[in-house]
């Protein structure tokens, strides 16, 4: 197991101290996921905060009619399901790959005791929790004000590294729209 490039997404996010850093790395467990596993499924209660070294997965609700997708993360991302994680309740979320994944991931109680031992653990999972609500708020604006073109040509500016890696079905959840009008759009380009 080479933590290499958690350390360093670490480290570009906060400088925490040394016996931080042992702890957290002498904590993470390796986990590979092939396509199509779960990470954490519907109803489950999300225990863990993940680092994806390779591979990609969504983070998503299906609300028995379609998959409404919130957000995708990709390689040197860290990254839960923060409410339940958080919380403790069972997350109405669920976090699958779309790719074969190693991912290292860390368990909650870990995060918890070292944070309480160590401000730096506490500021650095600070930074960490807080990135999520500003995301989500900017998700949920752009999806109550801007039509379907506009949330594909900012996907576009935004995320150009995953227009290749990803379904054109999930691309269209994301956006919000049906697979028929975003190839309408496409087709526009």
């Known amino acids: 197991m080479n933590p290499t490039s958690f350390i360093q997404t670490i480290e570009s996010i906060s400088k925490p101290e040394q ?6 790395v002498s904590n993470l467990e390796l ?31 299906d609300n028995g ?28 979320y669920m976090i699958v790959a779309l790719e074969p994944c190693k991912v290292f991931r860390i368990h909650k109680n870990v995060i918890e ?33 801007d039509e379907g073109k506009k949330r594909y040509n900012n996907f576009l500016k935004q995320r150009p590294d995953l227009i290749q890696r990803i379904s054109l079905g999930d691309l269209a959840d994301y956006i919000g729209i049906t697979q028929v009008s975003l190839s309408r759009i496409r087709a526009q380009k």
């Not at 779960?38 to 999300?46: A, S």
């Not at 409404?68 to 109405?92: A, H, V």
């Not at 005791?113 to 900017?138: I, Q, W």
Request: proline residues 3%; hydrophobic residues 40%.
């Open 113 to 145: 005791d070292v944070c309480k031992k160590y401000h730096s653990a506490e500021t650095l999972f600070s930074k960490l929790y807080r990135k999520a609500p500003v995301n989500m708020m900017g998700r949920i604006s752009e999806m109550l004000e």
């Open 19 to 24: 016996p931080v850093m042992d702890v957290l």
């Open 31 to 61: 986990k590979t996921y092939r396509k199509g596993d779960f990470l954490l499924k519907g109803d489950e209660t999300c225990r863990y905060f993940y680092f994806l070294e390779k591979g990609l997965v969504k983070l998503f609700f």
């Open 65 to 92: 009619d379609k998959d409404f997708i919130m957000t995708f993360f990709s390689e040197n991302s860290f990254f839960t399901e923060l409410s339940g994680f958080l919380t403790g309740n069972p997350s109405k």
